[in-house]
């Protein structure tokens, strides 16, 4: 790598750190809208936990986006910047161009993406109204009783159920 690319690089991650650490949010207070929670309604409660918690990631991506920042410009000062820390072989500079805070090469860049795996809240809500709890000790709905509940009314008018179902529904 030559001295000009390196000096380029070295910009970058100075402006890039300097742009994140202005970003991040210095006093460690979760913001509420509300003064008392007693009144509130719990699904207020629950949209500013969802909040908070949705702040509380982007902050801890922040914090972690300053320290690889920042071991990139370490490893430029003592001379191993651009290396591969698994094999020790040159990384492209076409990859330090496109992420200046790599530290591996693209053989050994993690691959490993987990796009498998669901919400924990799927494993208890099911994904039809037949049996909606699985776990021992929970209600379950046998006889699928939204059928019945639905025979009382529901925000469906008239041409949104098919002609069939009308007769069954008005009975």
Partial sequence: MRQKQLNKLKEQLTKELEDVKSRLH??????TTELSN?????????????????EMAIEQHK???VEQLESALNAMEEGTYGKCEVCGEDILIERLEALPMARTCIDHANHDFDTDSRPSEEAILGSSTEHPV????????????FEDVEKFGSSDT??????????????
């Fill in 26 to 31: 210095t006093d460690k207070h979760l913001e």
């Fill in 38 to 54: 007693y009144d509130n309604h719990p699904a207020d409660n629950a949209t500013d936990l969802t909040d908070q918690n949705t």
């Fill in 63 to 65: 914090v972690d986006e």
């Fill in 134 to 145: 699985k776990d021992e000790g929970g209600v379950r709905d046998y006889e699928d009783s």
């Fill in 158 to 171: 008239p041409q949104d159920v098919d002609k069939d179902d009308q007769k069954d529904l008005y009975k």
